[in-house]
């Protein structure tokens, strides 16, 4: 593993990766530490093993959230902000936030999985435990919710 | 106009603290000088037959490397035996090391070690 692959996999994918453990624990940063430092220990091109990082760091979280019911995110009560406050006519970050935590889990790992961290369908279906199809299926089931709570259906 | 809900959605940037990037960095140098090529079998015989009194850990397993490159850093893997203050002392001697002996050291040396003397003289600078 290079030097310049490791920035360029961080560039892309760190603050994704912060975002999907923080569905299970309030330490993401420590989950994503963790998780890359096995990859640089075991060698691994990152960018070849996009999905393995994804379900090391998922991993880690939900073993945390388990070992710990306070570390899980409650919906509403997670201080950190998810998204940072944006401008124009973008959708508002606060309102965005809210309304994700207010869906059901498996929807929205598939929606940041999708959205944030720009995965595929193929690739999302293993980490959500599910078939393909039925990412899919989350995915626009998540994306109406969303749409119907923000009241721009 | 799902397509427009879905961009307006992913144009928001997630926050983070960032991670420790140096200290995955410094794995990754730590990582990258690791041995990745074994030493001829000459030159493994040769230095648990001049220094018995040295474990040489990664010769006995027929794990000392050095690198396929010139231009790359060789990693020797030594470790004093522990269980032989005798040892401990040639070893001192011979390479006139300091007081301060780890039990384990890693040797940076360069590619051209081909002899005995030169594993000696990467000693030698070591401790200098």
Known sequence: ?153 | MNNDFENKLSALTPTSKSINRDALFFELGKQQKKPNRQVSAFLAGAIAASFPWLLLTQVQSQKIETSPSPSEPTVVLLEPAKSEPYSLLEYRKVFEATNDLPSLRYVEASAEIETLGDLQKEFSLYHQ
């Open chain 1, 1 to 153: 593993m290079k030097l310049e692959e490791l920035q360029r996999f961080l560039e892309q994918h760190e603050k994704c990766l912060i975002l999907y453990a923080r569905q299970w624990c309030n330490t993401p940063e420590d989950m994503v530490q963790e998780a890359l430092m096995e990859l640089v220990r075991k060698q691994l091109d990152p960018m070849q093993n996009t999905a393995w990082v994804y379900t090391v760091v998922r991993n880690k979280a939900v073993s945390v959230a388990r070992r710990s019911t306070k570390q899980k995110p409650m919906v509403g009560q997670d201080c950190e902000p998810w998204f940072e406050p944006n401008t124009g006519d973008a959708i508002d970050a606060n309102a965005a936030q809210l309304h994700l935590q207010e869906l059901d889990e498996p929807i929205r790992e598939v929606l940041v999985l999708k959205l944030w961290s720009g995965l595929s369908f193929e690739e999302i279906a293993p980490l959500a435990q599910c078939s393909k199809s039925e990412a899919h299926r989350r995915y626009q089931q998540g994306l109406e919710l969303l749409r119907k709570k923000m009241g721009l259906l």
